[in-house]
């Protein structure tokens, strides 16, 4: 069991030991990394940019089609008011001359009678 305990020490300081004489040499590569993530990060948060604001246009753009057919529901909803009111009206312009109709009808009767 001693001899074990002291592989995996040995076999820890040989891993410490290995990690430490490579971290100097990469340490110098790093900034020019840091300045090509920065401008791919750059380039990848412009092209996100482009791609909300043509979404954005193409969204408004749908918005105002269902505006305009909207309005021009509502447009021909209201000429067929205008339709139903003006028949409603003719109607009852027909109803009232009915009645006047009848009524000088009655007025005759009246006079025959007397």
Same mark, same amino acid.
């Given at each position: 069991?001693?001899?074990?305990?002291?592989?995996?020490?040995?076999?820890?300081?040989?891993?410490?030991?290995?990690?430490?004489?490579?971290?100097?040499?990469?340490?110098?590569?790093?900034?020019?990394?840091?300045?090509?993530?920065?401008?791919?990060?750059?380039?990848?948060? &412009?092209?996100?940019? &482009?791609?909300?604001?043509?979404? @954005?246009?193409?969204? @408004?753009?749908?918005?105002?089609?269902?505006?305009? @057919? %909207?309005?021009?529901?509502?447009?021909? &909803?209201?000429?067929?008011?205008?339709?139903?009111?003006?028949?409603?009206?003719?109607?009852?312009?027909?109803?009232? %001359?009915?009645?006047?109709?009848?009524? &000088?009808?009655?007025?005759?009767?009246?006079?025959?009678?007397?």
């Amino acid at each position: 069991m001693n001899k074990l305990l002291i592989a995996l020490i040995a076999g820890a300081f040989a891993v410490v030991a290995s990690a430490q004489t490579t971290a100097p040499a990469a340490a110098p590569a790093a900034p020019a990394m840091k300045a090509e993530v920065k401008k791919d990060e750059a380039k990848a948060e &412009k092209a996100e940019a &482009k791609a909300d604001v043509k979404k @954005a246009k193409a969204e @408004a753009k749908m918005h105002k089609k269902v505006a305009k @057919a %909207d309005m021009k529901k509502e447009g021909a &909803k209201a000429d067929m008011k205008m339709e139903t009111a003006k028949q409603d009206a003719k109607k009852d312009e027909a109803k009232a %001359d009915m009645k006047k109709e009848v009524a &000088k009808a009655d007025a005759k009767k009246d006079q025959a009678k007397k």
